[in-house]
């Protein structure tokens, strides 16, 4: 049958996946990456031990071991055609990190998921109050200093994007560290700039 829409789950793949998984056999499976990502050569399925089934920002994931990559992996399972039959039985590898909710929660803040903290942190004073800055800082630490003033401390999963993030507070920054962090806005405020220039409309003939 063909496969669902991108984002709509199949029942019976999820069905496959659970029993896949408590049955600890291995899947092969068709996969359909994201933009942008790297492609397996057409006909050669995905291998590997499938361990646990989550939910991500309202799309369900197979946390699995990939045996022709040796490492661990996350797949949307709207995006997995599993074949059959499956595979011999396996034991169980434990996550790196210990439990399946800091290992996806490290793995999608771009770490090795041994760890939930973001690879990237930085403290900044904006010229904003905290009541302002609080309701907006994610998982971020937010110091008043003053009546028009606050520190934030705010993590990401590269330094660009961690400057993009503190650029949509809209105010003053003003950088405390680390160098990385002011060298992404350095970069950024070049590249706006760039793209300034192409936005200016030509000049019309004069009256």
């Not at 946390?63 to 074949?83: G, K, N, Q, S």
């Amino acid at each position: 049958p063909p496969p669902p829409p991108p984002g709509r789950i199949d029942g019976e793949v999820l069905m496959e996946l659970s029993r896949v998984i408590h049955a600890r056999e291995e899947l092969r499976f068709d996969y359909t990456p994201g933009r942008g990502a790297s492609r397996t050569p057409a006909g050669a399925p995905r291998r590997v031990h499938p361990h646990h089934l989550v939910t991500w920002r309202h799309h369900w994931y197979l946390v699995a071991w990939d045996l022709d990559r040796e490492d661990w992996r996350t797949f949307r399972v709207d995006r997995v055609r599993p074949r059959t039959p499956t595979g011999p039985r396996f034991t169980p590898r434990e996550l790196p990190g210990g439990s399946v909710s800091t290992f996806v929660t490290g793995r999608f803040r771009g770490t090795d998921g041994t760890t939930t903290d973001w690879p990237c942190r930085g403290d900044v004073v904006l010229h904003l109050p905290a009541a302002d800055v609080a309701p907006f800082a994610r998982d971020g630490i937010v110091e008043e200093l003053g009546p028009d003033r606050c520190r934030l401390t705010l993590g990401s999963w590269s330094w660009t994007g961690l400057a993009a993030a503190l650029g949509r507070f809209d105010t003053d920054v003003d950088v405390i560290g680390p160098p990385p962090l002011a060298a992404a806005f350095a970069q950024l405020a070049a590249r706006y700039g760039r793209a300034a220039r192409t936005a200016e409309p030509e000049a019309g003939p004069t009256p």
